[in-house]
Structure formats: C-alpha cells, structure tokens
T-cell receptor
Framework: GNSVTQMEGPVTLSEEAFLTINCTYT??????LFWYVQYPGEGLQLLLK?????DKGSNKGFEATYRKETTSFHLEKGSVQVSDSAVYFC????????????FGRGTSLIVHP | NAGVMQNPRHLVRRRGQEARLRCSPM?????VYWYRQLPEEGLKFMVY????????ESGMPKERFSAEFPKEGPSILRIQQVVRGDSAAYFC????????????FGQGTRLTVV
C-alpha cells in the first residue's frame, strides 16, 4: 500500500530560520499528497496539498513540490515564526479500495524567538 | 458551512463509567473517521464509517469500544467501562470520500479517566 517516510523531530529553530521537513512517499500512480498541521490543543488542519506530479502546494508561506523523480514532498518555509510551532504531518495517499487518511507521528517544530 | 463539530471538548469519567463522544461531519460528507491521539504520539486510526455502515474497524479495540453513524444524527464513539489507559484525545474527521480530497478534522474530545 501507499506510505510515507517523514523525518523525526523535534525540529528546533530560531525565528526567521529556513525550514525543511522531509517527506518521501511510495504510491501507485500519482495520487494527491497532503501536509497537515496541528497547533497545540487543536485538531489537524490541511496546510497544503498537491493534486498531481510537479504541482506545488503553498499556504501561509509554506511550500511543497510534488516531485515524482525523487518521490518526495518536502515541506519548506523561508522564514519561520514562533506561531509556526506545531506538529506537521505528511499524509500518505490513500490506498486500496477504502479511502482512509492515515497519519504517523508527525514532526514537531519548535520555533524560539 | 460549519466545520466538523465534536462534543464535548472535555470529558471526565471515573473508571468503570461509559464515555460517549459525538461527531457531526461537515455538510455533504458521508465518510467519518475516528482517531485516538496520546501525548507525544501520532494519530492512530480507529474506525471508518459511512451512513449506517462500519466500513473498517481494524484500529478499534475489540472490547468496550463501539462506533455508529446513524442515518440521522451524529456519529458516536462509545467506550464502556473506561479505564485510565483510555485517557487520550479523540479526533473525528470527515470527507466526501473521493481521492484527491482532504479530510476535515474536529477540535477533538479530550477524555480523562480518573
């Protein structure tokens, strides 16, 4: 089935630093890919998505490019803020007949002033 | 368009009592998923339901846990005879169920068993 490998955290950065959180996937075909974010005390929310190969998803200064050559969907932000501190989940594409979104442990990001 | 609504946000139960967690999906969504999250851990899938049907309950403990999504009303996750180990955040998500569409999450119910 489809799956992702996401870098483990926590990732600790100073404000305005550059962020990369790696995510590589295995999938049949070219399904949609998603990044979710969970802020403290809240549920997950979609951060960005890419619906086909070579697409770039972007939102709130975050970007991720769906690269089929490297089967990657790395999350990047040029200048992080304290308010970006959260847990980030790269969601594997659904596989099989049932559409069940599944999530790993995510990557915790801590941004210091 | 209201998002996924979960209630209560916080629930405290004594050991041996029953916990009922409710989830109203987004309008137009017929697919509901329940997840459990423990501190410092990811979301663990529990059960996937469509209206009046359990599609996949492979992540749900065989005993004490049950889920339903009736034709009318919210989806319910029921935990009977709760134990301390059931303390966790329980999240509900809904989706239209088509590939390429994301899941929308509620704010979660934080269950504490004392």
């Amino acid at each position: 089935g489809n799956s992702v490998t996401q870098m483990e955290g926590p990732v600790t950065l100073s404000e305005e630093a550059f962020l990369t959180i790696n995510c590589t996937y295995t999938a049949t075909g070219y399904p949609s890919l998603f990044w979710y974010v969970q802020y403290p005390g809240e549920g997950l929310q979609l951060l960005l998505k890419a619906t086909k190969a070579d697409d770039k998803g972007s939102n709130k200064g975050f970007e991720a490019t769906y690269r089929k050559e490297t089967t990657s969907f790395h999350l990047e932000k040029g200048s992080v803020q304290v308010s970006d501190s959260a847990v980030y989940f790269c969601a594997p594409p659904p596989s099989g007949g049932s559409y069940i979104p599944t999530f790993g442990r995510g990557t915790s990001l801590i941004v210091h002033p | 368009n209201a998002g996924v609504m979960q209630n209560p946000r916080h629930l405290v139960r004594r050991r041996g009592q029953e916990a009922r967690l409710r989830c109203s999906p987004m309008k137009g969504h017929s697919h509901v998923y329940w997840y459990r999250q423990l501190p410092e851990e990811g979301l663990k899938f529990m059960v996937y339901l469509q209206k009046e049907n359990i599609i996949d309950e492979s992540g749900m403990p065989k005993e004490r846990f049950s889920a339903e999504f009736p034709k009318e009303g919210p989806s319910i996750l029921r935990i009977q005879q709760v134990v301390r180990g059931d303390s966790a955040a329980y999240f509900c998500a809904s989706s239209p169920g088509r590939d390429g569409t994301e899941a929308f999450f509620g704010q979660g119910t934080r269950l504490t068993v004392v």
